[in-house]
Every structure is written in structure tokens, then in C-alpha cells.
């Protein structure tokens, strides 16, 4: 049996507009991957090794976030460093005033301004913050890990209570007492071994001075490693430094004799050097982490490069081949449009 096939303009019209919706669906794909030079639907290309592709960015994603965190944590070490450079400076500069000012007259007056104001420097440097979270609080990255030494401050308050308390473990008057010049080297030595001292350990100096943790901060610095990166202000050589620069400025050394006068700068001085070996150490602990940070950066660069070439190489599409589908689809596209442009001219009317 023979049938009929009937050509009409609407049935070449609809023809030629499914055409053209199709070829500009498929224009806007291929210029997509001519400009990119990757698939544009990787899923649809690569079918089931997509996983792979997929595996592929997660660990490319990785290595991204971890160079970004390392460049972060480079930063705060950086800080860190500087801070603890800066203090074991100004700790050797202030030893070599104590040394002189030991044998000197009125070497506790001559001694005070240099001794409050490296305290107050002491304080400040371990108050400083890097992006919002305070470098030298352990974990307690958001509060302020030193408190100000001032009047009425808890650490202020509990010095001048240890001074004024009644014999033997004070002296039984304040620091600006004249009875000041009546103590004895035995008397201070005694008050600077025991009393003193404890204020500067634990639990005084967590109670008075510090709210830092002794737990400090860990960072993924690579995908196998893990590395401490912070430093705690209740590290002993920080300690030290605040003690000697307290004794110095706050224990009336300028009405002292000048044998008890003494007795504080050996103790001052001792303090001091002994700070001074920690914080070398401490600086020397924080340059191994950040060598370590760049060597682990490095790498998550080079293992970045490798991961981007194998993705690259699953996603990529010709390019050449890309255009000549650009400049083909366009072509078609064009003669699509011109034929129904001709088509709509075509009427019956003209022919009746």
C-alpha cells in the first residue's frame, strides 16, 4: 500500500527551528570547551571514570586548603618570632644596666624606668593579636592572655600584699615605706626565694597574670603532619622576664641599702640570663616549625601541579576541534536562519 507524504512550509519551519535550537544548545557547548579547553559536562564525558575525576579535585581541594592554612599559619608564626626576638633584645640590653647599675649609687632609681618599662613592653608583646586571636593564649586563642600590671590589677594587688604582709613572709609595710631602707640582704633573699618566687609559678601566676593555656595550638601543615603553632605566655622564660623586671620595679629598690639592693640584682640578673637561654630556645623551636611549614607547603605545590595535570588530562578536549565545531554550528545555524527566513516569504496568495 502506497501513502502520501505531505510537505507543508509549517512542517519546514518547525523543522528548521528545532534546527537551530538544537545547534545553539550545541554551539553553546562547544564554545564553552573551546574557551576552557575542558569538557563542558565532565560527568557526561567521562561516564564511569568520572569517580576518578572527582577523587582527583577532592585532593587537588586538599592540598589548596592546607597552603592556604600554612600561609596563615606562617603569618602568626612570623609575629610570633619577632615578638620573642624583640623581648630576648631588650632582655640583653636591660642585664647589661642591671651589671652596672649594681655597684652604682642610687642604682635602683637609675635601674626603675628601664625595669617598667620593659614590663609594660613584656605585657604588651604577649598581648599581641594576628586576624583577631591573641598569638600567646594557648588555645584560648580570644582572650587576652597577660593582665596589665597597674594599680588594681590582680597581679599589682597581689605583690604589694606579698610586700606588706607581716614577717617572714613579707616585711610588714609597703614598697614606699621608709622603713623600706631597714631590710636586710637575709630578709630580701628570703622574701625573693619563697614568696617571690611563687607568684611567678603555678597556681599564682595563672590566677594573676595569665589566662593562656599550656596546651597551644596544632595545625595540619601537610597531609601527614601535624605541628605545634603557637607559643604559650606561660612559658618559663617569659616567667622569668616578668619577675626580674617586677623585682627591679616594684620592690622599692631605690630606698634599699645598697648590700639588700644587691641581693635584688643578682636575683634580677640570674632571672635574666636564664631568660634570655629560654628564649633562644623558644625562638630556635619556632624556626624548626616554620622550615617545616614552608618544606610542607612546597610539596602540596609540586602534588598540586601533578594532580592538575592528571585532571587536566581526563577533561581536556581538542581545541582546534572545539573551533572547527564553533565555526561548523555557526555555519549551520546561519543557513538555518536564512531558510526560514525564505520560508515565511512563501504564500499561496502569490500563486492563486
Request: glycine content about 8%; cysteine-free.
Amino acid at each position: 500500500m502506497m501513502s502520501a507524504n505531505y510537505i507543508s512550509t509549517l512542517m519546514l519551519s518547525s523543522s528548521l527551528r528545532t534546527s537551530i535550537t538544537n545547534n545553539q544548545a550545541a554551539l553553546s557547548k562547544a564554545s564553552k570547551e573551546a574557551t576552557t579547553g575542558r569538557f563542558a559536562d565532565v560527568g557526561l564525558e567521562l561516564g564511569a571514570t568520572t569517580g576518578g575525576d572527582l577523587t582527583l579535585r577532592a585532593d587537588w581541594s586538599f592540598a589548596d586548603q592546607l597552603v592556604d592554612t600554612n600561609e596563615l599559619v606562617s603569618g602568626r608564626l612570623d609575629v610570633t618570632q619577632t615578638r620573642i626576638t624583640q623581648l630576648g633584645t631588650t632582655a640583653t640590653s636591660f642585664l647589661k644596666d642591671l651589671i652596672a647599675a649594681r655597684s652604682t649609687d642610687n642604682g635602683g632609681r637609675i635601674v626603675l624606668p628601664p625595669a617598667s618599662a620593659n614590663l609594660q613592653d613584656l605585657i604588651g608583646a604577649l598581648n599581641v593579636s594576628y586576624n583577631g586571636s591573641y598569638l600567646f593564649s594557648g588555645i584560648n586563642t580570644q582572650n587576652m592572655p597577660i593582665t596589665a600590671y597597674a594599680t588594681g590589677s590582680a597581679s599589682k594587688n597581689q605583690v604589694d600584699a606579698d610586700f606588706a604582709a607581716a614577717p617572714p613572709t613579707g616585711f610588714g609595710f609597703p614598697q614606699s615605706s621608709a622603713s623600706v631602707s631597714s631590710i636586710t640582704p637575709a630578709q630580701m633573699q628570703t622574701f625573693l626565694n619563697t614568696t617571690f618566687d611563687a607568684e611567678f609559678a603555678s597556681p599564682a601566676w595563672n590566677t594573676n597574670w595569665s589566662s593562656a593555656t599550656d596546651q597551644v595550638m596544632q595545625s595540619r601543615i601537610s597531609t601527614t603532619e601535624v605541628a605545634d603553632t603557637s607559643v604559650s605566655a606561660n612559658q618559663t622564660g617569659f616567667r622569668k622576664l616578668a619577675e626580674a623586671y617586677t623585682m627591679m620595679a616594684d620592690l622599692g629598690n631605690a630606698k634599699l641599702s645598697q648590700e639588700t639592693f644587691q641581693v635584688v640584682v643578682d636575683k634580677a640578673i640570674g632571672l635574666i640570663g636564664g631568660a634570655i637561654t629560654d628564649l633562644a630556645t623558644l625562638g630556635g623551636g619556632v624556626g624548626t616549625v616554620q622550615q617545616r611549614i614552608t618544606s610542607a607547603t612546597n610539596k602540596l605545590k609540586t602534588q598540586q601541579d601533578i594532580l592538575n595535570n592528571q585532571i587536566v588530562g581526563m577533561e581536556k578536549v581538542d581545541p582546534t576541534e572545539a573551533s572547527v565545531r564553533v565555526n561548523t554550528l555557526q555555519t549551520q545555524i546561519q543557513t538555518a536562519l536564512a531558510l526560514t527566513s525564505q520560508l515565511q516569504k512563501i504564500s499561496l496568495i502569490n500563486y492563486l
